[in-house]
């Protein structure tokens, strides 16, 4: 773990470091002195201390992410993101559950968090295609779960893909709770068409839509676009969403609720 007392210009280093090798897969020593401007023993120690803490591995002249460790390394950088963010807004999106209803959850790590709340809610019905809710709230009093099939992606830990989509058309939600990689001018953008596929399919078959994002969402940039902010009937953000973010979201006639706290 990071020592005690650690400047914080190293922990952000060490960070970006982390993030890099999961997003490339390998990361060289050289490269990465050049970039934060340190030394290789410097970044050596860095990646000492991320080897330790399972984020990667080193190997000669970098750092690597193997296959094996994708789904790990992978769902943990996503839960570690912005934490905090996601349970503040997890903990407000329950005031748009009531007993009795069909719940619908995505893939991420956001709806993972609401999941977290569901079980003094029931009796809830709840449908999802994320493996990590299916194995949280399967057997839980009073929730009743329904795992959406389908190609089971490990470096998701969920089932996507055209059948997961085709299972979710045959499903009645009363409430969806999803999120998105990124919001770029009003749209919501993923990095994946496969995932894109299902949380269509989820958006199409509910009939309240809750968009979950906290604050880093709006700095991230992503390939394939899911659907505009204004075809949700709700959307959550987090304190630390900027002001001016949020002014521009209702200018555009977004229904935005900013989770406190």
């Known amino acids: 773990m990071a020592d005690a007392g650690m400047p914080v210009n190293q922990l952000q280093r060490r960070e970006q470091i982390r993030r890099e090798v999961l997003d490339s897969g390998y990361v060289k020593i050289e490269q990465l002195a050049a970039e ?29 992410s193997t296959p094996t460790a994708v789904l790990e390394t992978s769902l943990r950088a996503r839960m570690s993101d912005a ?4 349970a503040s807004i997890a903990a407000h999106a329950l005031q748009h559950v009531s007993p009795g209803q069909v719940v619908a959850l995505d893939d991420s790590t956001s709806a993972l968090a609401v999941a977290n709340r569901l079980t003094s809610l029931g009796p809830l019905t ?6 990590p809710v299916i194995s949280l709230l399967g ?13 089971y992606r490990p470096d998701y830990d969920a089932f ?11 499903m009645r939600s009363d409430v969806l709770f999803m999120s998105t990689t990124a919001v770029v ?5 993923h990095r994946s068409q496969e995932t894109i596929q299902v949380k269509r399919a989820l958006m199409r078959t509910t009939a309240k839509r809750v968009l979950l994002l906290d604050h880093s969402k709006f700095e991230r940039r992503a390939v394939h676009e899911l ?10 953000v987090d304190a630390d969403t ?3 973010t949020v002014e521009d979201l209702r200018l555009a006639e977004v229904a935005v609720e900013v989770a406190e706290g």
């Open 160 to 170: 996507l893909g055209l059948h997961a989509a085709d299972m979710a058309l045959t």
């Open 242 to 244: 900027p002001e001016a």
């Open 36 to 64: 934060h401007g340190v030394s290789g023993m410097t970044i050596h120690r860095d990646l000492d201390v991320l080897e330790e803490q399972g984020w990667l591995r080193k190997v000669r002249g970098g750092a690597t």
């Open 139 to 151: 057997g839980e009093p009073g929730l009743h779960v329904i795992g959406l099939g389908g190609d």
């Open 126 to 131: 709840v449908v999802t295609n994320f493996l």
């Open 83 to 86: 934490a905090e963010a996601k």
């Open 185 to 189: 001018e009003g749209h919501c953008l």
């Open 227 to 236: 659907a505009p902010l204004t075809e949700f009937d709700v959307v959550i």
